[in-house]
């Protein structure tokens, strides 16, 4: 493949449209680019070619006779690494015939009529203060709080707990999706998965597919691309913490005139945190390598196989900074020293129906974590063990989903089994807690769900039904975890402009390995721990301003019950899970209730005129109860979240955009000092004062700006942008260590002093990165 520095201004876009229901393709579609006269027509097999584009952002529409007309919104066209676009049409129901409607871009379902959003790879890959990383991205979504600091990827919705949201990649569900991940959590500081793959993201904060299982407060979505079909390319990204390479193209291709039938995705990325640390001095030494891929066959027109996987390596280590310093010096002995393994595998096969009226998906998967985390009374020789959780989960899991339509309604029916493997050596000092555990056991579940269009399609119902029980817990069973939801949406007016949303749900999650695996005295003390149970009640108003905006305002209820107590803090589990640490590896009772309710308004509109962008505000309350039955703020109700994110697409593939976080004063669990210096560097938290100090507001914006050049075989793409520009202070929890003299050594007897303050660091974070497509 040669070079030349001579200056690409055009491209070519490719991809494929098909019919939403029976998944066939749609011969003699239009495809055109909105305000040119750039344009294409499928072939048979629902292909499409559009050559010589100039190089620049475009809108897509795809219509077909009888179909509903779609958009795809934001598609950047370069010269070479252009991502081919999958449309899916609707047909118009039969009294609408007559009728030209365009599907709003604004994606929901059936079943989930509001509290949904989506991201396309696009968008996440220009987020301003994202590094490309999906999940700093979804954590400006609408209502999600940021972690303290703001540093972690913790998916916190509308005052839930950290660990209440469930992820899948094409359907495969991963219980991990970041680096130094929180076991019995998912939260960690960097995320795991390559934008490169991405074709969208959705998130959905309440009105949950049954075929979902232990959702309490979201799900997110992950649908990949596939390699491109036509040809070997790839792309090399260099970011503020990692580099990586991808590659793609076709497998096996017998005629290369046409689409091969196989295609592949693979990637490797390395961080090189470690380097830069050690080079500015800091103690921490974080070390981590991902992979991922993905391999679709197409077995005929009617069959096809999907085998993915995505792993990390993840290493935490520390090393002693040349010169003494207070706050290093208590950074270097409190944090963990963690060794983390994750890998999930899954192959699923895809069959449509030859008659067109559905299709069925059967999917096998594993998923795999091994994790050491310890402290140590010398973390850096690591000797001298205070705390430290060797454990081990293994999960192989099988799904089936059929989906058919019948007489105007679409029915879904399936199942879930799952075999766990857990075991885990724990030994916690300052609470005289050793222990080894092994759990086998099986879970298993049952949905079945429905949805029709009534009154010239301006009603839509639906209605479901899920249960869920496994082998080993003792709380609850298949009639106590029943899981009925209701979903309803009508538009006000013929056009569609407004529409009334509403849903109501119950969802229930098993409780952690950590949990379901604690032993005291060789007894499962968490054995009769009931599977907590959430209850949704959301309502909502939906004005469509045009083709591509929309104002949204929706008022939720969410109310727990069962949720897990801790034992020995006497609060909420709810209350944790957004560090470093090991969540739920504890005794605990399923006594707690808890409730979570506000309002959320929203503006958002697809690139349009040269702008896009999101706006919400959310005002909510959340509180739990203890021990005690009393119910208390939680550590994530801030009251206020705005989020805003937007760009504007600037002459010359020049881009600006920006993103601007605000919560409101969040409470915090202060440190007890009389216990933490008997456990020191163990660090124990005074949680009888939750509720009783705030932080301050976080308050974060960045900016950032890109400018893609062309040629002929490559494309690069450079960004350079700056986190918390307008140097606001990022509020953090006060930190203590040993007290000190100025040469390091400790002053007897042992006392904590402060080394930080809860105003924590305001200085901008200035980084660029590219990506080079070839």
């Known amino acids: 493949m040669g070079f030349t520095s001579k200056a690409q201004t055009t491209g070519s876009l490719k991809g494929r449209i098909i019919d939403i229901q029976s998944q066939q393709p749609l011969e003699g579609a239009t495809v055109i680019l909105e305000g040119t006269t750039f344009g294409s027509v499928t072939d048979e097999a629902g292909y499409f070619a559009l050559e010589n ?12 006779l009888g179909y509903e007309t779609t958009s795809q919104y934001n598609i950047i066209v370069k010269s070479v690494g252009n991502i081919p676009l999958l449309f899916e049409l609707q047909e118009l129901a039969e009294n609408l015939d007559e009728v030209v409607l365009v599907r709003s871009p604004f994606k929901t379902k059936s079943e989930t009529p509001l509290s949904t959003q989506t991201f ?29 600091g703001g540093f972690r990827n913790d998916i916190i919705i509308r005052g839930g ?6 992820y899948y990649l094409d359907g495969i569900e991963i219980p ?3 680096h130094f991940s929180t076991q019995g959590s998912a939260g960690g500081p960097v995320g795991m998965i390559n934008v490169s793959f991405v074709r969208e993201v959705t998130l959905s904060s309440s009105a949950f597919g049954a075929e979902y299982d232990n959702p309490l407060s979201g799900v997110l979505a992950f649908e990949q691309r596939e390699g491109d079909s036509s040809g070997l390319g790839g792309n090399f990204r260099f970011g503020a913490s990692e580099a990586g390479l991808t590659l793609e193209g076709p497998l096996f291709r017998k005629n290369i005139s046409e689409p091969a039938k196989t295609t592949f995705l693979f990637s490797l990325r390395r961080s090189y945190l470690q380097f830069l640390f050690e080079l500015i001095g800091l103690p921490i030494r974080p070390d981590y390598w991902d992979y991922q891929w993905k391999i679709k066959h197409e077995i005929d027109r009617y069959n096809s196989l999907t085998f993915l996987g995505i792993g990390a390596i993840d290493d935490f280590s520390v ?26 595998v899954g192959l699923s096969w895809k069959r449509n129906y030859k008659n067109g009226k559905g299709f069925m998906t059967t999917a096998v998967s594993s998923n795999r974590l091994e994790n ?41 029916t399936g199942f879930n089994v799952q075999s766990s493997n857990y075991k885990n050596d724990t030994q916690f000092v300052f609470y005289n807690i050793a222990y080894e555990t092994q759990l086998d056991f099986v879970k298993y579940g049952f949905f079945l769900k429905g949805s029709r269009k009534f009154l010239k399609d301006r009603l839509n119902v639906a209605l479901g039904i899920r249960t869920d029980a496994d082998s080993f817990s003792e709380g609850s069973n298949l009639v106590d975890n029943i899981s009925p939801r209701l979903s309803l949406s009508y538009a006000l007016t013929e056009d569609q402009k407004w529409k009334v949303n509403a849903s109501l749900g119950r969802y ?16 499962f003390v968490n054995k009769s721990a009931a599977y907590t149970q959430s209850d949704h009640y959301v309502a909502g108003l939906e004005y469509n301003l045009g083709s591509a905006s929309r104002v949204t305002v929706e008022g939720f209820v969410k109310k727990y019950t069962d949720y897990p107590v801790s034992v020995i803090d006497g609060v909420s589990l709810a209350n944790k899970g ?61 009251r206020h979240l705005i989020s805003f994110s937007g760009g504007y697409k600037l002459k010359r593939n020049w881009e600006l955009s920006a993103r601007w976080r605000f919560a409101g004063k969040n409470p915090y669990v202060p440190t007890d000092i009389q216990a933490s210096t008997l456990s020191y560097p163990e660090i124990i938290l005074d949680y009888d004062r939750l509720g009783e100090v705030k932080l301050n507001a976080f308050n974060q914006a960045d900016i950032r700006i890109d400018k893609k050049w062309n040629f002929k075989n490559l494309s690069f793409n450079f960004y350079f942008e700056i986190q918390n520009f307008l140097a606001q202070p990022n509020p953090t929890p006060e930190e203590y260590g040993l007290n000190r003299a100025e040469d390091g050594s400790i002053i007897l007897p042992r006392s904590l002093v402060p080394v930080t303050t809860n105003e924590g660091n305001n200085a901008p974070l200035p980084s660029f990165g590219f990506v080079l497509f070839f």
């Open 53 to 64: 584009i100039p190089a620049q952002s475009y809108n897509v529409i795809a219509s077909f």
């Open 120 to 148: 396309s790879a696009v968008e996440i890959e220009t987020y301003p203060g994202g590094n490309n990383d999906i999940t700093k991205v979804v954590q400006s979504m609408p209502g999600i709080s940021p972690s303290i």
């Open 161 to 166: 707990a950290p660990n209440e949201t469930v």
């Open 176 to 178: 991990n999706i970041n």
């Open 319 to 344: 090393k002693p900074p040349k010169e003494f310093d207070a706050e290093q010096q208590a950074t270097l002995e409190q944090v963990p020293i963690i060794d983390q393994r994750s890998t999930t």
């Open 372 to 412: 050491i985390f310890a402290r140590f009374e010398d973390n850096t020789t690591k000797t001298g063990t205070i705390f430290q959780n060797d454990s081990y989960e293994w999960e192989s899991k099988l799904r089936f989903q059929a989906t058919q339509f019948v007489d105007q309604w679409k029915w879904s």
């Open 508 to 523: 229930f999650k098993i409780p952690t390995y950590t949990m379901l695996g604690f032993q005291e005295r060789n007894v």
């Open 578 to 638: 957004g560090g470093f640490e090991v969540l739920g590896n504890e005794a605990i009772v399923s006594e707690g209730e808890g409730q979570s309710r506000g309002v959320e308004l929203l503006f958002q509109q697809k690139l349009s005129k040269n702008f896009y962008g999101v706006f919400a505000y959310t005002y909510f309350f959340s509180e739990f109860t203890g021990l005690d039955g009393v119910s208390r703020p939680s550590v994530w109700d801030s």
